[in-house]
């Protein structure tokens, strides 16, 4: 895992984090060191609650995009065995900014697929930093078609800005590529489980969140458009991103309340770099109990239960 970094609002647990860094480098010598790091520690977990128990809206979207956040490659590692990746789209070629393969999930075979950003530059450049063209999605519908053909149920991770915008995503048919993967997995014969694990931006995210059941991480966020773009089209101004945040109400808990969130998954203190062990396992809880449902469903009521949900949005 990398060096932990601190947001401007940690300001405060940066500093206990540094003294308590300090402590412990010096117990090695000084045992008696012991009481007061067990002290620290108390205040510093007492502190990151406080502070995270009112984080505004802008400050949840600053956690989503938090440079040490979990990606989907750790997810994979951490939740699913066996896991074999696949590539292609088979009609143009490979996209790394979606990883999608087949792995067992407490023995069950599942398909998963989902963004990836990267992490140092070299494999952010590789992967579009998580912003996928129409080759990628094409090889998730792909991935849904072969997981239906053998009746695998499919998981997907939602973590992107936004789908690519540059000129070569145009040339081959972005908007269709999206179209076509929410027609492919509204009718889609197998339950979708839908994580949202980072950002859920725009139609990049509802490409591959058309699902049965779409949980949210407690600090994630899902929208039609970044707040910096929503802010430049409202207010020709980026700067009010923060006030975008809020009024498009982007956080899991504000969602969940208009149901277009099914579940929140509650985060480690801190924030799921706090802890990927743990994370990985709220997830994984998550989708073994919510698959135990969908599985007790026929494919005609599995379909009739994703139509009713999608139609019963924003009713």
């Not at 999930?105 to 494999?123: A, C, F, S």
């Not at 699902?211 to 802010?231: F, K, N, Q």
């Not at 982007?250 to 743990?278: F, M």
Request: aromatic letters at 6%; hydrophobic letters at 35%.
């Amino acid at each position: 895992m990398e060096e932990e970094k601190f947001l401007n609002f940690e300001e405060p647990i940066k500093e206990l984090a540094q003294k308590l860094s300090a402590l412990r480098a010096a117990a090695i010598d000084s045992p008696s060191l012991n009481n007061e790091i067990l002290n620290l520690e108390k205040e510093n977990k007492s502190l990151t609650k406080k502070i995270y128990s009112k984080l505004d809206t802008w400050q949840i979207v600053q956690v989503a995009r938090h440079p040490n956040r979990p990606h989907t490659s750790d997810y994979i590692k951490r939740i699913f065995d066996d896991f074999d990746e696949l590539h292609g789209d088979r009609q143009f070629g490979d996209d790394a900014s979606i990883i999608g393969g087949i792995g067992l999930l407490e023995n069950i075979p599942v398909m998963v697929i989902g963004h990836e950003k990267g992490r140092d530059t070299d494999e952010k450049v590789k992967r579009n930093f998580g912003m996928t063209n129409p080759e990628g999605y094409r090889k998730a519908k792909r991935l849904m078609n072969l997981a239906e053909q053998f009746s695998l149920p499919v998981v997907t991770f939602v973590d992107t800005a936004g789908a690519y915008p540059g000129v070569e995503g145009e040339e081959r048919c972005q908007s269709e590529a999206i179209a076509r993967n929410l027609a492919t997995m509204s009718e889609l014969k197998t339950p979708i489980l839908v994580i949202v694990s980072g950002e859920g931006g725009s139609g990049g995210a509802l490409a591959i969140s058309v699902g049965d059941h779409l949980s949210m991480l407690e600090y994630s966020i899902y929208s039609v458009a970044s707040p910096e773009a929503c802010a430049s089209i409202i207010w020709r101004s980026s700067e009010k991103a923060p006030d975008a945040a809020e009024a498009m109400k982007v956080s899991s808990s504000e969602l969940k309340k208009i149901n277009i969130v099914d579940e929140i998954i509650q985060e480690p203190l801190g924030g799921a770099h706090r802890d990927y062990d743990l994370m990985s396992e709220n997830i994984k809880g998550s989708l073994i109990r919510n698959l135990s449902i969908l599985n007790k469903l026929s494919i005609e009521d599995l379909l009739e239960r994703r139509y009713k949900r999608i139609l019963s949005i924003g009713s």
